[in-house]
């Protein structure tokens, strides 16, 4: 089983950037898949990046490509967000996660979910 806690969310203008990690819990963070999802009020929670367990293959949401950058250390059982351009769409709770399978974009596919960290976009 793994812990998952969010940080670096907050207020930022649009253009700006933020950085986000997932600090995880327990002696198995290497064999998992991690994910970045967000939820916005009154919408779904939506992929947004995942990186395999070797960090050799990332995913993107067609929304973030080239703006936001997925990464992880595994000998600090972080994974990170960098979100560059940021614009007021982007806005949401954004939540980390971790599974045992392949990179997967379907919020099921995970069994682990962090408690989420506030990004606020202005315009």
């Known amino acids: 089983q793994v812990q998952l806690v969010e940080s670096g969310g907050g207020l930022v203008q649009a253009g700006g950037s933020l950085r986000l990690s997932c600090a995880a819990s327990g002696r198995t963070f290497s064999s998992y898949t991690m994910g970045w999802f967000r939820q916005a009020p009154g919408k779904e929670r939506e992929f947004v990046a995942a990186?395999?367990?070797?960090?050799?293959?990332?995913s993107y949401a067609d929304s973030v490509k080239g703006r936001f950058t997925i990464s992880r250390d595994n000998a600090k059982n972080t994974v990170y967000l960098q979100m560059n351009s940021l614009k007021p769409e982007d806005t949401a709770v954004y939540y980390c996660?971790?599974?045992?399978?392949?990179?997967?974009?379907?919020?099921?596919?995970?069994?682990?979910w962090g408690q989420g960290t506030q990004v606020t976009v202005s315009s």
């Open positions: 996660a971790a599974t045992y399978y392949n990179i997967a974009t379907m919020p099921s596919a995970y069994d682990y």
């Open positions: 990186i395999s367990w070797s960090g050799d293959n990332t």
